[in-house]
């Protein structure tokens, strides 16, 4: 039986998009062969048209990023002598690697064969607001899925303030099954991190929206997400696997 933490949050993952992709598929009704090998969850857009063509320096941006991900990985990490400093620059180095790059790269290649397969994660720290950041730049595979889902059905009964809420809390549920459970530890303090940004979008209406301070709430309890048992059970066996810690 499998009960190596990182195997378990790698496999919950891609059951969770597997089975997303499923009832989305089923609901939509047409979607292509072509779909199936895209990670996003809105299939209106990628059959549509026009398509949001790649930018003529995307490629060359994206692996950027990758070698920038790669350097963290298996150059900078190997160095560190603090394993919870480890563990965080190796989480940042696969999310450039995987997120902002193969990913990335994915979205380019369908865009460049007539898909709108628009970038999953688009540029997140330009955004000027926290609605910006989690609505179009940040997982906009799960912002997708969770309008068809949890927003559009409860924002006419609730109110668009208890759906947004409801997508919060839907997120931090989801992120607390895959990063705290496998862990063994910290289980609800990836839910309390998504409701701190719903009350930060809550509040943000009545100040300045700003970059910095959209960063401050993404950041500032970021440890919510990335905390010890993850960090120790998760994410430095899953570095010592690939080679990135020894």
């Given amino acids: 039986m499998i009960t190596t933490p990182w195997v378990w949050t790698w496999g919950l993952a891609l059951a969770v998009i597997a089975v997303a992709k499923v009832v989305i598929g089923r609901e939509y009704g047409r979607v292509s062969l072509q779909w199936w090998g895209w990670p996003g969850m809105n299939p209106e857009q990628f059959h549509a048209e026009p398509v949001l ?55 380019i290649y369908w865009r460049a064969r007539g898909h709108d397969a628009r970038p999953l994660f688009d540029r997140p720290f330009a955004a000027r607001s926290l609605g910006e950041f989690w609505g179009r730049r940040w997982n906009r595979a799960f912002s997708d899925a969770a309008q068809r889902w949890i927003f559009r059905p409860l924002a006419p009964r609730v109110g668009v303030r208890w759906a947004s809420a409801a997508v919060f809390v839907a997120s931090g549920l989801g992120h607390d099954l895959l990063l705290s459970v496998p862990a063994g530890g910290w289980i609800g303090s990836c839910t309390v991190y998504f409701v701190l940004q719903w009350c930060g979008l809550v509040l943000e209406r009545a100040w300045r929206r700003t970059r910095w301070l959209t960063l401050a709430f993404v950041i500032l309890p970021a440890p919510l997400l990335f905390h010890p048992p993850l960090l120790e059970r998760v994410v430095l066996p899953f570095l010592q696997v690939i080679g990135a810690v020894s």
């Fill in 53 to 107: 063509a790649p930018a003529a320096d995307e490629v060359e941006r994206t692996a950027l990023y990758m070698a920038i991900g790669a350097l963290l990985l298996w150059g900078v990490v190997p160095a560190c002598g603090h394993d919870h400093v480890a563990a965080l620059l190796g989480a940042v180095g696969l999310a450039l690697l995987l997120h902002f790059g193969v990913a990335r790269l994915v979205s």
